[in-house]
Structures are given as C-alpha cells and as structure tokens.
C-alpha cells in the first residue's frame, strides 16, 4: 500500500548542512564518503484507490461449517476502497528507517453468494451491490534503501491492521514492496518499477447482531508496480505510483515533506 520516498545519492563530497545531527545513527561517516543523504523525518498525507477480487469459502455461523448451503468456490466480492491516511518516517541509520501510518479507509462492495437450490441440484446467486463500510487503518513498518550514483533501490515491509465500523469485522496483512529506480540527472525527477506483495489475513470474521460468522479469502498477493516520483525545493516531495496484478488494480499519491 505505500513506498518509500527516500535514499542515498553519490556525489561530489561537499558540506552537508546535516553534518553533527543526531539521526541517523552514524550519518556523518556516510557523508564524509561523499554521499548525501535524505532529512531523516519525514511527514506526509497519504491517498490510496484499490480494487480487488477475492474469492469466498469455507462459511461458517456460530463456528459450524455451512458448506451444503454455501459451497466453497462459489461466492466472491469485488470491493473497491478510498484510503486517506497521515505517514511519518524516521531514518535511525543511513540506509534503515521506520515508518507509522493511521487513516480512514471508505470500502464498497459488490458481493456475488453462491446458495444451493437443493430444488434443482443447481447453484443460485444471491447479489449485494454497493455495500459501503468505513474502516479505521493503522500500519506500522520497515524501509531499506541504497542508492549509487543515478539508481537506486528500497524495500518497505508494513504490517496493515484494518477495523471495520458497525460489523466487527478485521483484517490483518502483510505488504510488502520492493522497488528500484533512476534519478533523471538533476532534474528532481525519479523513475520507479517494482512489485507489491499484500497477504491478506486469509480468515474474515465478524458479527451481526448475535450471529457470528467467518470465511476464507484468497486472491492473488503480488502486482506490478510503476510510477514517478519527484523532489522540490524545501525538501517537499511527490510519489504517483499505478499497481496492477491478476486480482489487484490501484493507484497510490503521496506528498510530503522531511525535516
């Protein structure tokens, strides 16, 4: 769900304005190599837009299986969700840093349930179009970057807790997102390809009224990443990244500023 904006550039060796800072731990040994290094706190507003597919199984009401009524393999929900949401990162040495995000995600659903109609043998749909749920999203997480002369490298691992308002239902996952880029001289201009991993909590649970209810999820974990990042004056910066996999679309916008 998010990428890093930050990594280390080769250069000629010049006064850093950052020499004697506390953070990162060990960034004046780094600059005296010649190599600049990004603010190490940064803040930025964060806007995610994804699609997915997944597929719905193994039902189960007050904890007992319902297979005979709903088959596995026969129900799944497209949900398509709004994520707008504060990050902040620190860089505790050169090339390692943490990162903390907590928003609000708007979700809404077209669910397709596969019922037995033991009338005639066959599998009758039942349809929820535009089911709309408001979540509560916190994440906390990794980043590793380095970067040589013109390229660049990061990988960002977060752990995503979502809360879903008025259903208690949750959801866990684990994204992870590697990329790799190209600095377009001095421009401010950055190129970035790369890949997204979100594994899902693969048990959805909730509760309505006093009916409590689960299912399996599965869909596929990775998509392909590509987009533009771009840095200002002032030590503003801009991220546009497009996502894309077999059950995944998305689009990512952030913008922020390091201090």
């Known amino acids: 769900m998010t990428t890093s904006m930050c990594w280390a550039k080769d250069i ?3 006064k850093d304005e950052d020499y004697g800072r506390t953070l990162p731990f060990f960034g004046d040994r780094v600059r005296d190599m010649g190599i600049t290094l990004p603010k190490p706190i940064g803040i930025s507003l964060f806007t995610h837009q994804q699609e997915d597919l997944m597929n719905l199984g ?3 009401v007050d904890g007992e299986p319902v297979d005979d009524l709903l088959p596995s393999g026969g129900s799944s929900t497209t949900n398509t969700t709004s994520i707008v949401a504060v990050r902040g990162d620190v860089w505790v040495l050169p090339f390692w840093g943490f990162n903390a995000m907590v928003g609000k995600a708007v979700t ?3 669910i ?8 005639n043998g066959n599998l009758a749909r039942l349809e929820v179009n ?10 906390v997480g990794t980043t590793l970057a380095y970067g040589h002369k013109n390229f660049f490298g990061t990988i960002d691992a977060q752990y995503v807790s979502t809360s879903v308002s008025g259903v208690g239902v949750s959801l866990d996952a684990l994204v992870i997102t590697p990329l790799v880029g190209l600095n377009i001289g001095d421009s401010g201009w950055r190129i970035v390809i790369g890949g997204q991993y979100q594994d899902y909590q693969r048990q959805l649970k909730g509760k309505l ?8 999820q599965s869909s596929s974990r990775w998509s392909t990443m590509v987009g533009l990042q771009k840095a ?15 059950t995944r679309e998305g ?3 952030m913008l922020g500023k390091r201090f």
């Open 209 to 216: 009224g006093d009916i409590k209810f689960s299912a399996t």
């Open 112 to 119: 397709s349930i596969g019922v037995n109609d033991f009338a």
């Open 12 to 14: 000629l060796p010049t």
């Open 130 to 139: 535009g089911m709309a749920t408001t979540s509560t999203v916190t994440a």
């Open 108 to 110: 809404s659903s077209n």
């Open 58 to 60: 193994d039902f189960k």
């Open 232 to 246: 200002f004056a002032e030590n503003w910066e801009a991220s546009l990244m497009a996502q894309s996999g077999k």
């Open 251 to 253: 689009v990512t916008f």
